[in-house]
């Protein structure tokens, strides 16, 4: 196994791939360091496999050959945030989201909406405006093999990336989701580091 500073200190950027297409209901133009760019592993990993690094606000996915696409996010704001191990256990396009429990309770006048007799009472549909965009992977634990609750998913804001923002998922620019959507296949390894700084932040992830 290795450690998140071993990952970290294995990753060089190389090359910038350009943004796919712009689904943004915003005139906030997408910094071009947000672009998705190809960048090269000296620490071996696996291909193809999903690797989040909040502090560097971060998601690689892994190619043969050392070599890695990094993506810019938006991740879960304090202690919101979830490090671990999980696989990807379901796909969707233009996702359906209803607030966790949690969320609810956190917030009970945000989500007004999804109470009995609201109109999202069964559910947000899925659309432009749906808080997951328009592609969402579902991250499973991989102890008991259910939905965590926590997504990899689209957003049609990006001023949201590069910052602490969701309820613990981690978020890119619709487009962009588009594109690593296609590439990740059910299954998938996904591991999230700890933020730096919040408990074993350099312990090894099993």
Same mark, same amino acid.
């Given at each position: 196994?290795?450690?998140? /500073?071993?990952? $970290?200190?294995? $990753?060089?950027a190389s090359t910038m $791939?350009?943004?796919?297409?712009? !689904? =943004? +209901?915003?005139? *906030?133009?997408?910094?071009?360091?947000?672009f998705p760019r190809e960048?090269?592993? +000296? !620490? +071996? $990993?696996?291909?193809?496999?999903? =690797?989040?690094?909040?502090?560097?606000?971060?998601?690689?996915? !892994?190619?043969?050959?050392?070599?890695?696409?990094?993506?810019?996010?938006?991740?879960?704001?304090?202690?919101?945030? =979830?490090?671990?191990?999980?696989?990807?256990?379901?796909k969707r396009e233009w996702?359906?989201?209803?607030? !966790?429990?949690?969320? %609810?309770?956190?917030?009970?006048?945000?989500?007004?909406?999804?109470?009995?007799?609201?109109?999202?009472?069964?559910?947000?549909?899925?659309?432009?405006?749906?808080? @997951?965009?328009?592609?969402?992977?579902?991250? *499973?634990?991989?102890?008991? /093999?259910?939905?965590? *609750?926590?997504?990899?998913?689209?957003?049609?804001?990006?001023?949201?990336?590069?910052?602490?923002?969701?309820?613990?998922?981690?978020?890119?620019?619709?487009?962009?989701?588009?594109? @690593?959507?296609?590439?990740?296949?059910?299954?998938?390894?996904?591991? %999230?580091?700890? +933020?730096?700084?919040?408990?074993?932040?350099?312990?090894?992830? =099993?």
């Amino acid at each position: 196994m290795f450690t998140k /500073r071993q990952f $970290l200190a294995g $990753l060089a950027a190389s090359t910038m $791939l350009p943004s796919i297409g712009n !689904t =943004h +209901k915003d005139d *906030y133009v997408l910094p071009e360091e947000f672009f998705p760019r190809e960048v090269r592993l +000296k !620490t +071996k $990993l696996e291909p193809g496999e999903l =690797h989040v690094d909040p502090g560097g606000y971060a998601l690689y996915w !892994t190619l043969p050959k050392r070599k890695a696409l990094r993506y810019t996010i938006g991740i879960g704001r304090g202690n919101l945030y =979830h490090p671990g191990e999980f696989y990807v256990g379901a796909k969707r396009e233009w996702p359906s989201w209803r607030p !966790t429990a949690d969320m %609810m309770e956190r917030s009970p006048n945000s989500y007004a909406d999804f109470l009995e007799g609201g109109r999202f009472e069964n559910g947000q549909p899925g659309g432009e405006h749906n808080p @997951l965009g328009a592609r969402a992977l579902y991250l *499973y634990t991989v102890t008991s /093999r259910r939905d965590s *609750y926590l997504r990899i998913h689209g957003t049609n804001a990006p001023r949201t990336i590069g910052i602490e923002v969701s309820n613990g998922c981690a978020r890119l620019v619709n487009d962009q989701v588009a594109q @690593l959507y296609a590439q990740v296949p059910i299954g998938t390894r996904v591991v %999230m580091y700890p +933020k730096p700084g919040a408990g074993p932040a350099h312990k090894e992830i =099993h």
